[in-house]
């Protein structure tokens, strides 16, 4: 199983970058997938999750009203539409699910538990 965060990069602040999430050997189109990012210095901190079978969304506080998740089951993929881009969303983004199904609280609460991470793509804002 492998998962595989990309679309980063450089932007400046109040631009976009849509991020995907592809996975090789796991349905990331059915499961509940989680964005996680960590700057430089910081801890890991959940930021937007989207449930299995419902497509609930969960989103940090942070991120709220200009970052969007989202899924293409048949792309089996997992995306983050992020807008209005600030200097403190500089991180490496990883998206992350587990193998058992799980709730997004997971990723708000317990990202030490999930257990299937992708390689993290870089997003660097610049002001």
């Known amino acids: 199983v492998q998962l595989q965060a990309y679309g980063g990069g450089l932007a400046q602040a109040g631009g976009t970058l849509r991020l995907s999430c592809v996975a090789t050997g796991f349905n990331v189109g059915g499961s509940t997938v989680g964005w996680v990012r960590q700057a430089p210095g910081k801890e890991r901190e959940g930021v937007a999750c989207?449930?299995?079978?419902?497509?609930?969304?969960w989103y940090a506080n942070s991120v709220t009203g200009r970052f969007t998740i989202s899924r293409d089951s048949a792309e089996d993929a997992v995306y983050l539409q992020m807008n209005n881009l600030k200097t403190e969303d500089t991180a490496t983004y990883y998206c992350a699910t587990n193998f058992a199904p799980m709730t997004c609280a997971i990723v708000e609460h317990h990202i030490g538990s999930l257990g299937v991470w992708g390689r993290g793509t870089q997003v660097t804002v610049s002001s």
């Open positions: 989207i449930s299995g079978g419902d497509d609930a969304t």
